[in-house]
Structure formats: structure tokens, C-alpha cells
């Protein structure tokens, strides 16, 4: 239960050995692949090193754009088949195995880039057939305001005739513009076609020789000429044809929804494929971090030194040379950070690494923060009935859809705090607050059910506070103990006096006194405190070393436990909350009636408490524990591996 043991490899080895190598080493998923760096600055070799460094090249990334592209499509396949209808995997359904062989088998992998191909080309032709229905729409819409005039639109002026079409604002009445026209010359006529609220559509045709004269009075109706040369026919003729193509482009469209309807099977294809894509962008992205000859390729990382056998058995089947070690202490901010748990302290793993990841060569906190974070949870939650739903709710998403990593450290995470929630509600009496007494009530007011408890949050809230800080207090001195730990390995045994174990004495003492065994305890400590600034500071700084001493211990110390006074707060809240919805839904007299204002009530206040509990017991872990010892700033441990979203894959 700590920090996983890195070490660095080095490896020399032949190029034509570079993809194979790489496979092998992605299949152990325990190297991670960095940039090639030089020896410690100052070193004598630096120089020579930097320049080898520099003589050696990139290698292409051709193939990572490819895989990239590769995945975008498959994706982008999946995104089609989902929109047109096609189911998944359900939410809870497990991730099928699949074996790197089989998803890399050539009739495999053609099969699955076929499905991708296929599946964007119908996707094409839809999107292609929904465009030309939409222009063939607008179309039929500019036909529309002609469909009543019996003229060919393609009709053209002649040298002795002019032919318009066009349209006239219809805030003025067709009589005045057409007055207007036959005043400017009788060789002119004026037809309407149609009009709409805004417009009118008129075809104006005159003699060539007052085109002038009749074109200038109907500049004030707003004339403006529509080009119309590009149709053949009449309006009616025209739609007719487009008619007859919006038909065949429905046909169409119909023939190529119902192919990609058919497609709805080839999801799981579509998986493999994006899951391929994405193995071979990992390697691809390790591989351009490589430094290349001619014959020989350069490649540095981290490795569990667990784990070192085991990859050096898979390097030994090539001709190469490899060297491996400890990295020193100036080098543990590049160092990434694993962390190594078991089955009780894994699932904290998600809290750690919601807030930050140990400094490599520190203290791992998920064994110290365990059991004070799940006690914490209960102590807050503190309902059977809410308990015993978590716990449910874990075994059943663990046992329906076994997941990875995260999700299955939050599931695991949950139903151990559903066990501390339901202790602490057997211990206090409650199963969603007092629903139990209320239901016996209603049903036989003369026996009502009351569970046992040993102190309830209503009857015994100081009791409750003073636990709280008491549970508070515990840890904080855990930490200190810690710190003091640490120090000491560190040899730095005076700090660790006059900043840990000094308040010990001072916290002893004022136990000690409060039980009124004695005061001496508290004296000794009380001097202590002084003490620290006058042997620690120099000149003026021991006199005010001493103010700023008891200042910032008293505040920071007695602030933080008070802090967890929230402990009491939150039981306290739930309990209330659950015990008004239960009261609320026995007003009525109805049985029916109180079990459905309580479910609801009793859901709306477990869903809170879940998050504020978790958001309360994640400040008083990452604020007030881990400010005592905790060094973060740790860089996740990422290997090269075979990690995918739709499959497990294995070797």
C-alpha cells in the first residue's frame, strides 16, 4: 500500500525490430514511453550526449494521422448509425473481450474498414438526397407565384418587344400601376400572376419604343425585374418536371434510409474498428517520442520495477541493449506516480486523484485516508434505509456491468460507504428517519414500531458534536503523527519537536484537565509553545515568533477541528429532512398517500446527501488531513497499452 517503485529503461535496439518491439511492449502495458532527455546538467558526458541527441531523428508521424483519421470515421459512423436509430450496448451491459490477434486479423480488419466505408458512403448519399430535396423545394417555391400565368419564362425581349418579369410592392392598389401604365403608352400591358401580402407578380411586356416611358412610371410601385431565363416552359410545365424529380429523389432516399437501416448490425464492427484505431493511435503516439538512426532506434521511459522481469523477458527475444535505474532525487518531479492498494484503500483512488496525485517518493494517503473517509460518510449519511440502497446499488452495477477503473473505484467506493451509512443507522435508530414508527402508527396507532438506538441526532445533538470533534481530532493528530514520521526519516527531528509534538503535550494537557486529573500536562505544553519561537528564532523574531506562533497553531488547530463539527450538522440535517416528509405524508391518515410523499421525499433527500456528504467529507480530507503531511503534484503513471472504450482487449 504505497507509491509503486519507478525505475528508468533505456533501450537500445534495431530498427527493423521497432514496430515489433513496441507490440510487445504495448501488450505488458506497464512501459510508458517518454522524450528521450540527457544525464544530469554539470555532467562531463552532457556535452557529447546532447549532440548524439541531436543527430538522431523523429520518426514519421504519417501513420499517426492515419490512425487518427481512421478513428474519427469510425466515430463518426457510430454517430450515424445511433442517429438513425440503431441501439448500443445498454448503460449497465459489460465490455465484451476481444483478443489483439482477432481485432488485428486481416479478414477482420477488412471486414470492419468495409463497415466503416460503407456505412459514411450511405450517410453521404442520405445527406446528398435530403440536399437535393431541399433544393428542388425551394424551387417549387419561387415557381409558385407564376403557376397562373400561361407564358413560357424563358420568353425573351425581342429588338421591337420588352418582356419582363417582375414584381410590384402590394401596398398599392393593381389598378393604379396599371392606370399608371397604359397613361405612359398604350403599347404596354401590365398582368398579374399573383400576390402575397408583401408582393405582386406581374409580367410587363411594351412596345420597345416607350420602354423608357413605362418603366419610369412604375418605378414608383417599387418595380423590381426577377431573371427567370433559366427555366423552360411554363410555371405549371416547370413544377410538373420538378414534381416528377421530388418523387424519384423521395424514392431514393427512401432505398437509401432503408440500406442504412440495414447497416444497424454492423455496430459492432464499427467498435472494433474504433477501438483498433485507437490501440494503433497510442502506439503510433509512443512511437513518434522514439529517436531513430538508420539502423537503430532510441527509446527511454519509466517501468514499475515489479515489473522489470517481465519486460525484460519480452526484450530479451531481440537483439538489443537496455539499461535500467532508480531515479535520483532531483529527478522525482518527471517521475510518474502509480499507486498500489488493495481491495479496501483502491477505491479512494478516485478521491486522490479528483484532488491531486502524490509527489512521487512521498507518502501514498488512500491507507491513511480509508477508514476516516468511509467512518466520515456513515457518520454524516447515518440511515440504514439509505445504506442499505447503496449498497445495492454497488453490487448491482459491480455485478451487471463489472467496469474499469474509475467507475468501478466509485461503485466500490459507494458500497463501502453504504456499509458504514447503514452501522451508523442501526446505531442511531434510523431507516429513511423515522419511517418505520410512522408506518406502524398508521397502520396500528396503539404499537407503533420504534427501533433501537443508542443516541439519536434530535435527542442528543452536543453528544453527537463533541464525538464529531473528537473523531476530528483523531485525525488531525494522525496526521501530525505523519508528519512527525516523516521528519524524523528525513532527520529533521526539530522541526518535528517544536511543530507536532509539542501541541501533543498541549492537546494532552487539555484532556488531562478537562477530566481534572491535572493540570501539569497543559503548563509543560503551554511552555513548549512559547519555547519553540525562542530557541528556533533569532534577534526581535523570539518575541514575535511567539505571538505568531500561538496566533496561527490556535486558529489553524482549533479552527480545523471545529471543522468538524459539519459531521454533526449533516446527520442532523438528513435525519430532520427525512423525519418531515415521513410527518408530511402521515398527515393525510392514508397509507397510500404517506408512502408516496415519503418515497419521494425520502429520494429527494438521499440524492442531497450523497453529494453533500461526499463534498464534506472531501473537504475535511483534502483541507484539514492532508495539509498535515500530504506533498501532491504527482504526474499520472500512463503506460503504453492496450486500454480501449468499447472492448477489453487482451494480448
Not at 96 to 112: I, N
Request: hydrophobic share 45%; glycine share 8%.
Amino acid at each position: 500500500m504505497a507509491i509503486v517503485k519507478m525505475k528508468r529503461l533505456g533501450l537500445l535496439a534495431m530498427r527493423e525490430d521497432r514496430e515489433a518491439i513496441l507490440h510487445a511492449l504495448q501488450g505488458l502495458g506497464c512501459v510508458e514511453i517518454s522524450e528521450p532527455t540527457l544525464g544530469p546538467q554539470g555532467d562531463e558526458d552532457a556535452a557529447p550526449a546532447e549532440q548524439l541527441l541531436a543527430s538522431l531523428s523523429s520518426p514519421d508521424t504519417r501513420a499517426l494521422a492515419d490512425a487518427q483519421a481512421r478513428h474519427h470515421d469510425a466515430q463518426r459512423a457510430m454517430e450515424v448509425l445511433r442517429h438513425d436509430g440503431a441501439k448500443g450496448r445498454g448503460f449497465l451491459s459489460p465490455k465484451p473481450g476481444a483478443r489483439r490477434d482477432e481485432l488485428y486479423a486481416p479478414q477482420a480488419m477488412a471486414q470492419q474498414d468495409k463497415a466503416v466505408a460503407d456505412v459514411l458512403e450511405a450517410d453521404r448519399q442520405v445527406t446528398a438526397l435530403l440536399a437535393q430535396q431541399e433544393k428542388l423545394a425551394a424551387q417549387r417555391a419561387s415557381l409558385a407565384p407564376w403557376l397562373g400565368l400561361d407564358v413560357p419564362l424563358c420568353t425573351a425581349s425581342t429588338p421591337d418587344m420588352l418582356v419582363q418579369f417582375g414584381t410590384l410592392t402590394a401596398g398599392r392598389p393593381l389598378e393604379e400601376a396599371t392606370r399608371a401604365v397604359q397613361n405612359a403608352s398604350e403599347l404596354a400591358c401590365l398582368t398579374q400572376a399573383s400576390a402575397s401580402r408583401e408582393l405582386r407578380y406581374c409580367l410587363l411586356v411594351c412596345h420597345s419604343s416607350v420602354q423608357d416611358a413605362v418603366l419610369e412610371a412604375l418605378r414608383g410601385f417599387g418595380w423590381a425585374r426577377m431573371d427567370l431565363s433559366g427555366w423552360n416552359g411554363t410555371a405549371r410545365e416547370s413544377d410538373r418536371a420538378l414534381c416528377a424529380q421530388q418523387a424519384q429523389v423521395r424514392a431514393d432516399l427512401e432505398q437509401a434510409r432503408a440500406r442504412l437501416a440495414g447497416m444497424h448490425g454492423q455496430m459492432d464492427a464499427l467498435c472494433r474498428a474504433s477501438d483498433r484505431a485507437l490501440l494503433d493511435i497510442h502506439l503510433q503516439e509512443s512511437r513518434a517520442l522514439l529517436r531513430d538512426t538508420r539502423q537503430v532506434f532510441l527509446l527511454q521511459g519509466w517501468v514499475p520495477a515489479g515489473r522489470w522481469e517481465e519486460v525484460q523477458a519480452a526484450l530479451a527475444k531481440y537483439p538489443c541493449a537496455w539499461e535500467v535505474a532508480d531515479p535520483p532525487e532531483s529527478e522525482y518531479p518527471q517521475v510518474p506516480v502509480q499507486l498500489k492498494n488493495n481491495w479496501f484503500t483502491r477505491p479512494l483512488n478516485m478521491v486522490t486523484e479528483m484532488y491531486s496525485l502524490p509527489a512521487y517518493g512521498t507518502v501514498d494517503p488512500n491507507p491513511l485516508m480509508a477508514p476516516f473517509f468511509i467512518l466520515f460518510y456513515g457518520v454524516m449519511m447515518a440511515d440504514m434505509g439509505y445504506g442499505l440502497l447503496m449498497m445495492l446499488a454497488s453490487v448491482f452495477v459491480l455485478k451487471k456491468a463489472r467496469p474499469k477503473a474509475g467507475m468501478h473505484n466509485f461503485f466500490m467506493l459507494l458500497g463501502l460507504c453504504g456499509i458504514s451509512t447503514f452501522l451508523m443507522g442501526a446505531v442511531t435508530g434510523g431507516f429513511f428517519g423515522d419511517f418505520l414508527t410512522q408506518l406502524t402508527t398508521l397502520v396500528n396507532p396503539g404499537a407503533p414500531l420504534v427501533l433501537p438506538a443508542l443516541f439519536t441526532p434530535l435527542n442528543d445533538t452536543m453528544m453527537i458534536l463533541i464525538g464529531a470533534m473528537c473523531l476530528g481530532l483523531v485525525q488531525i493528530v494522525t496526521g501530525m503523527a505523519i508528519s512527525v514520521v516523516r521528519k524524523l526519516k528525513a532527520g529533521q527531528f526539530r522541526d518535528a519537536f517544536w511543530e507536532e509534538i509539542t501541541w501533543w503535550v498541549v492537546f494532552a494537557g487539555i484532556g488531562l484537565a478537562a477530566l481534572g486529573v491535572t493540570n501539569l500536562a497543559l503548563y509543560a505544553g503551554a511552555a513548549l509553545v512559547v519555547a519553540g519561537p525562542v530557541f528556533t528564532g533569532k534577534g526581535v523574531g523570539r518575541v514575535t515568533g511567539v505571538f505568531a506562533s500561538l496566533y496561527n497553531h490556535i486558529t489553524g488547530y482549533f479552527g480545523d477541528i471545529l471543522s468538524y463539527s459539519r459531521l454533526m450538522a449533516l446527520m442532523l440535517a438528513g435525519s430532520v429532512i427525512a423525519q418531515v416528509f415521513n410527518t408530511l405524508g402521515a398527515i393525510p391518515g392514508n397509507v397510500i398517500v404517506f408512502l408516496v410523499i415519503s418515497a419521494a421525499g425520502n429520494m429527494l433527500n438521499f440524492a442531497l446527501n450523497l453529494l453533500g456528504c461526499y463534498v464534506h467529507d472531501l473537504r475535511l480530507q483534502c483541507l484539514e488531513y492532508f495539509g498535515k503531511f500530504y506533498e501532491d503534484g504527482g504526474r499520472p503513471f500512463r503506460p503504453l497499452d492496450l486500454s480501449a472504450k468499447y472492448y477489453d482487449i487482451s494480448k
